[in-house]
């Protein structure tokens, strides 16, 4: 089993609407958690962290569930730029570990 | 800012070639991560260098080697290379600590033919 696992979608929506993924993690002794931006044939880019107390960056929303362990990303008035995939980033050991990606389209 | 910089951006080799892959991490960062993606995967992870000492080891073949140098850069060494080698190769660094993010660079696009 993969430690960071996600669902690859793709997650296909309008302009405007609110999208959610989850991201479980298998290493209850994970302490970092992050949500990476890749687009087609680029490097990922940081997006944001997950802190235990959730964070919020204008239309983006990450929150953690160390009970259930999960993370996950909201994203509110999606955009057409928003389309890409976004990858969960954690693990228990010092090395960051990708889960699998979730597709993002949004479409006009 | 200085980001995290990899040389070539592209690379075509031949199968049985060699490869030499180059980063540079962001300055004062102590870690720097390799990572492979092929197509339609998530990177990777195939080895890690804290402060110039190898750290961690992943999926990296045999064929392949790597080191850290003094001023921190990192060297990626590829021999014999097979077609299934090909894909984008990331070096990411970041500062050991608590809940420190890493950072990409652009990544090589090896193609062997």
């Known amino acids: 089993r993969k430690e960071v696992e996600q669902d690859p979608g793709p997650f296909n929506v309008p302009e405007g609407a609110t999208v959610a993924f989850n991201c479980t993690y298998s290493n209850s002794a994970s302490q970092s958690f992050f949500w990476y931006r890749q687009d087609c044939r680029k490097e990922p880019k940081l997006l944001m962290s997950v802190y235990s107390s959730g964070n919020e960056d204008g239309r983006f929303t990450a929150q953690l569930n160390r009970a259930s362990q999960y993370i996950s990303l909201l994203i509110r008035d999606s955009k057409l730029s928003d389309s890409a995939t976004y990858l969960c980033?954690?693990?228990?050991?010092?090395?960051?570990?990708f889960g699998r990606g979730t597709s993002l389209i949004v479409h006009p | 800012a200085a980001g995290v910089i990899q040389s070539p951006r592209h690379l075509i080799k031949e199968k049985r070639e060699t490869a030499t892959l180059k980063c540079y991490p962001i300055p004062r960062h102590d870690t720097v991560y390799w990572y492979q993606q092929g197509p339609g995967q998530d990177p990777q992870f195939l080895i890690s260098f804290y402060e110039k000492m190898q750290s961690d080891k992943g999926s990296i073949p045999d064929r392949f080697s790597a080191q850290q140098f003094s001023d921190y850069h990192s060297e990626l060494n590829m021999s014999s290379l097979e077609l299934g080698d090909s894909a984008l190769y990331f070096c990411?660094?970041?500062?050991?600590?608590?809940?420190?993010?890493?950072?990409f660079g652009q990544g090589t696009r090896l193609t062997v033919v």
């Open positions: 990411a660094s970041r500062s050991r600590g608590p809940n420190t993010e890493a950072f």
């Open positions: 980033v954690g693990g228990g050991s010092y090395i960051p570990t």
